[in-house]
């Protein structure tokens, strides 16, 4: 796995866009970037991934530097319901394609 | 429609006991799992489970015994309940196996408290 490291806590404004960071500056050619949110008291929720475009769907815009080495995932309006803990997650070829969970981002947003 | 759904949402029990966890998924996805997120948060794999085989066990004690009666299901029983089993055991599927496996969708959760 692509080691990640994103900041433990955030805030947003509500109705701002939310951007949460991601380094992963192991990454490798061919591994993959996801991102996923857990609300408070509900399972994990997929979000979006990318290679090396550029992705927005309808919950989010994954943003990946041409390097490759950092991405941000963008809320473009965030709301109270999407304070929540964001995970960046890299998996490698060596994870015998499982995830691995780290610690994420605690979004928190403001009213 | 509850595209992962798992029972009970939370379960109280005493230590010695043997408990079942149950979980449905109706997207039809050939791959399933158990993650256990304990009281410091962190999600870590238990079991998968792909066309109801078992592809990974994550040096879980042996009193954890996962069962896949078919692709839809994946039960999990856990036998002479420890304080230390206390923790949030999800459920989660995947379309299959491999890079289409890190697209997953994830359960309610089942809180697990022993006494």
């Known amino acids: 796995d692509a080691k990640t490291t994103q900041p433990p806590s955030m805030d947003c404004a509500e109705g701002r866009a939310a951007n949460l960071p991601c380094n992963h500056s192991t990454i490798s050619g061919n591994e993959y970037v996801y991102w996923y949110r857990q609300i408070h008291s509900q399972g994990p929720q997929y979000i979006i991934h990318?290679?090396?475009?550029?992705e927005t769907n309808e919950m989010a815009s994954l943003i990946i530097t041409e390097d490759r080495k950092s991405s941000t995932l963008i809320l473009p309006h965030a709301t109270l319901r999407d304070t929540a803990v964001y995970y960046c997650?890299?998996?490698?070829?060596?994870?015998?394609?499982?995830?691995?969970w780290g610690a994420g981002t605690k979004l928190i947003i403001k009213p | 429609d509850t595209a992962v759904s798992q029972t009970p949402k939370y379960l109280v029990t005493q230590m010695g006991n043997d408990k079942s966890i149950k979980c449905e998924q109706n997207?039809?996805?050939?791959?399933m799992y158990w993650y256990k997120q304990d009281s410091k948060k962190f999600l870590k794999i238990m079991f998968s489970?792909?066309?109801?085989?078992?592809?990974i066990n994550e040096t879980v004690p042996n009193r954890f015994s996962p069962k896949s009666p078919d692709k839809a299901h994946l039960n999990l029983h856990i036998n002479s309940l420890e304080l230390g089993d206390s923790a949030v055991y999800f459920c989660?599927?995947?379309?299959?196996?491999?890079?289409?496996?890190?697209?997953?969708?994830f359960g309610p959760g089942t809180r697990l408290t022993v006494t």
């Open positions: 989660a599927s995947s379309q299959d196996w491999g890079v289409k496996g890190y697209e997953q969708y």
């Open positions: 489970y792909n066309n109801k085989e078992l592809i």
């Open positions: 997650i890299a998996p490698g070829l060596d994870s015998n394609y499982q995830l691995i």
């Open positions: 997207l039809g996805h050939d791959t």
């Open positions: 990318g290679l090396k475009n550029n």
